[in-house]
């Protein structure tokens, strides 16, 4: 074996989003987690990606980080992945093979053949009667992922995992808050336009679903209603609005810009609220004892509030380095990241980064 061979590049997590593209490159070894690089590139002029966009993007991104013969794992989100939780009577591992594609048949609005179909049995307490089969199948829509695929070989790496969002974020969770040990728990991953909502019982995933709202939302009331161009509406998002007294700097008026992140405040907390009642439809009644969010969006003024106020829970932000060593200046490669403020958007690069190395 030359030493081409025996050199393995990493695996880089890549979140490839419609509004940036964040990469996560970890070690880990007897002691745990430690940074080697992480990084975010929006797409030219704020606007969403196309395929091309994120493909280059991403490659840029890898380059500035010195990732150049990176192993990827990407993930899917949105309607490209369905995600359904089966009760199946006990049978045999080759029984449920099986089975799968005919019980997958009544929950997939796609023929089969234009879906990839995967599935895992859950451990762990559940509703279900002892010998019963706790099962989370997933099904994504193939040209999603041969599209995806592609974005990753048009940067010239090659991919090595092909997770979905909700999962990825249930592993950084799990890896970062090992101790926790809530009955219910919600992670929410605000976007650009999607938020992926990922309900834990004891930790373990129990129901997933992405909603089509995210910080798009936002920016689309801003400039709609106030006229704000997209610089000061991006800037209006980030720039706490003290006691609704205006937003400094961006000449919009300031009562104005409350009021319309109230309005898209509303919306969203009615979609979270339908997607933990359509969860809670379908398994015992068990109180939600926290709330986590994370995502590009999830630092919206008054959001954290919002939530608060109407799920009468924790709402905190993740921190999905919580666990990881920060590199030294010198040996880390880091691209638009400051830790102390961007973290939470990472959750899904981490997870990723996370699942890829563990998968080696
Ligand atoms: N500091 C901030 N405060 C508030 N909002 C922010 C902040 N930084 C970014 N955003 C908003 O977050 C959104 C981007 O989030 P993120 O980077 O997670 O999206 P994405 O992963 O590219 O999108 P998607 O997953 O929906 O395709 C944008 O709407 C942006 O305006
Ligand atoms: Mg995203």
């Not at 593209?21 to 970890?26: D, E, Q, R």
């Not at 745990?32 to 991403?58: I, N, R, Y």
């Not at 192993?71 to 029984?95: C, D, F, N, Q, T």
């Not at 997607?275 to 109180?287: A, E, G, K, N, Q």
């Amino acid at each position: 074996m030359g030493i081409a061979a025996a050199f393995r590049p990493p695996v880089v997590g890549l979140d490839l989003g419609s509004h940036a593209v964040k990469a996560v490159a970890l070690r880990r070894n007897r002691r745990g987690w430690s940074l080697l690089a992480a990084g975010e590139l929006s797409m030219p002029f704020g606007e969403v990606g196309t395929q091309a966009q994120v493909s280059e993007t991403a490659a840029t991104l890898l380059d500035t980080l010195g990732l150049r013969r990176a192993r990827i794992a990407a993930a899917l989100s949105g309607h490209a992945v369905i995600v359904k939780r089966l009760a199946l009577p006990s049978m045999s591992a080759a029984e449920l093979a099986e089975a799968i594609p005919w019980e997958a048949e009544q929950y997939i609005p796609f023929a089969l053949s234009d879906v990839q179909l995967d599935y895992q049995v859950l451990e762990g307490p559940s509703a279900l009667p002892a010998e019963a089969l706790d099962v989370l199948l997933v099904a994504a829509r193939r040209d999603r992922v041969l599209e995806r695929v592609a974005t990753i070989e048009q940067t010239g790496r090659l991919p090595v995992v092909l997770d979905v969002e909700a999962f990825a974020l249930a592993n950084a969770y799990q890896a970062n808050y090992p101790e926790r040990t809530d009955g219910l728990a919600a992670l929410v991953h605000i976007g650009r336009g999607t938020t992926v909502v990922c309900v834990l019982e004891h930790g373990q995933v129990a129901f997933t679903r992405d909603i089509s709202l995210g910080g798009g939302a936002y920016l689309d009331a801003l400039e709609r209603d106030l006229g704000l161009d997209s610089a000061s509406a991006q800037r209006a998002l980030r720039t706490p609005a003290v006691g609704g007294a205006g937003v400094a700097g961006n000449g919009a008026a300031g009562d104005g810009v409350g009021g319309v992140l109230q309005d898209v405040h509303r919306q969203f907390v009615l979609e979270i609220r339908k997607t933990l009642d359509f969860y809670w439809s379908t398994s015992r009644p068990v109180t939600l004892d926290r709330m986590v969010l994370s995502g590009g969006a999830c630092q919206i003024e008054g959001l954290r509030t919002v939530l608060t106020d109407e799920f009468q829970v924790t709402v905190e932000l993740s921190d999905p380095f919580r666990q990881i060593a920060r590199p030294s200046r010198r040996e880390g490669h880091l691209l638009h990241f400051d830790p102390d403020v961007d973290a939470p958007a990472y959750a899904v690069a981490v997870g990723l980064a996370m699942r890829g190395e563990r998968d080696r």
